[in-house]
């Protein structure tokens, strides 16, 4: 029943590391590279153990009370991530590339409004009947179908991120580089 969440979890791992991509190394676009991905490692560090706790708990045949409270504190802290992120992403400023100001928006929207999803996730797990396990099975079904569409239009909108003089920059970034292979990606 688990394994589907950690599933679509895992589904949207390339979410963060779709900052990466082409394009120019400007010495103005390095910078700003530099200001969003030194914050984005850590964030994608807690996403990474929040995806294990969740993994762990339904790979550990754990009761519906211990999945419920494994499932809710992993949403809340991929919420505070993804809001860390919004944040990282604002607080770099404009980026120096053509559309900047729209780009920088919409990344901003989307990981603000993804932590509101997840946050949204949490309150759901939280108010699921662990009293009948096939109940709370059918809840985290349903919570594993929003996680794939929270996976899918978050890298939509951070590919639009990516685009241009951006994407070279940030994969130079130690913080903005995707996983190597064999390695847990983020969500």
Same mark, same amino acid.
């Given at each position: 029943?688990?394994?589907?969440?950690?599933?679509?979890?895992?589904?949207?791992?390339?979410?963060?590391?779709?900052?990466?991509?082409?394009?120019?190394?400007?010495?103005?676009?390095?910078?700003?590279?530099?200001?969003?991905?030194?914050?984005?490692?850590?964030?994608?560090?807690?996403?990474?153990?929040?995806?294990?706790?969740?993994?762990?708990?339904?790979?550990?045949?754990?009761?519906?009370?211990?999945?419920?409270?494994?499932?809710?504190?992993?949403?809340?802290?991929?919420?505070?991530?993804?809001?860390?992120?919004?944040?990282?992403?604002?607080?770099?400023?404009?980026?120096?590339?053509?559309?900047?100001?729209?780009?920088?928006?919409?990344?901003?929207?989307? *990981? /603000? !409004? =993804?932590?509101?999803?997840? &946050?949204? +996730?949490?309150?759901?797990?939280? #108010?699921?009947?662990?009293?009948? %396990? $096939?109940?709370?099975?059918?809840? *985290? /079904? !349903? =919570?594993?179908?929003?996680? &794939?569409? +929270?996976?899918?239009?978050?890298? #939509?909108?951070?590919?639009?991120? %990516? $685009?241009?003089?951006?994407?070279?920059?940030?994969?130079?970034?130690?913080?903005?580089?995707?996983?190597?292979?064999?390695?847990?990606?983020?969500?």
């Amino acid at each position: 029943m688990n394994k589907k969440l950690a599933a679509a979890l895992s589904g949207s791992a390339a979410l963060v590391l779709t900052l990466t991509g082409c394009g120019d190394d400007g010495a103005d676009t390095a910078a700003w590279a530099k200001k969003v991905c030194d914050k984005v490692k850590p964030q994608v560090g807690k996403i990474q153990q929040a995806n294990e706790s969740i993994n762990d708990a339904s790979e550990q045949n754990k009761s519906p009370e211990e999945v419920q409270k494994t499932d809710s504190a992993a949403f809340q802290d991929i919420s505070e991530a993804y809001l860390a992120l919004a944040k990282a992403v604002g607080d770099a400023g404009v980026p120096p590339v053509e559309n900047g100001e729209k780009l920088e928006k919409n990344a901003v929207d989307e *990981l /603000k !409004g =993804l932590s509101k999803a997840y &946050g949204e +996730l949490k309150t759901t797990v939280d #108010e699921l009947d662990t009293g009948s %396990q $096939s109940k709370f099975a059918e809840g *985290l /079904k !349903g =919570l594993a179908q929003e996680l &794939g569409r +929270l996976g899918e239009s978050g890298n #939509e909108a951070l590919q639009k991120l %990516q $685009s241009g003089g951006l994407g070279d920059a940030m994969a130079k970034q130690k913080g903005c580089r995707k996983a190597s292979p064999g390695s847990t990606p983020a969500a």
